[in-house]
């Protein structure tokens, strides 16, 4: 079976946006003050830590270049399925 190419793509139309304005909380055009809660700033610092845990990453590495890192195949597709499950019920309900 041959696929070709007939269609054309199509393209979304554009439309100009408008330029934001600045907020003003008094009429001004001045902008207005903005004060962050505590715990956004601790959201903004918790990107200092890194996001994976290198001692164990370099374990398992370590473990699949010995040959004593084993794979549960069956585990890990009765847990994608579990998952799956999970999704079609909810969208089911929504």
């Keep these: ?5 007939t269609l054309k793509p199509t393209t979304a ?13 008094n ?7 903005v004060r962050l809660s505590p715990l956004a700033g601790q959201l903004a610092t918790s990107d200092a830590e890194p996001p994976v845990n290198a001692a164990r990453v370099a374990e398992i590495r370590q473990a699949i270049a010995e040959g004593r890192f084993s794979i549960d195949t069956g585990l890990i597709a009765d847990r ?3 998952t799956a499950r999970e999704l ?7």
């Design 88 to 94: 079609v019920a909810g969208r089911l309900k929504a």
């Design 27 to 33: 009429g001004t055009g001045a902008a207005a003050d």
């Design 13 to 25: 139309p554009t439309t100009p946006r408008a330029k934001p304005q600045a907020a003003s909380s």
């Design 1 to 5: 079976m041959k696929i070709d190419n």
């Design 80 to 82: 994608l399925i579990s």
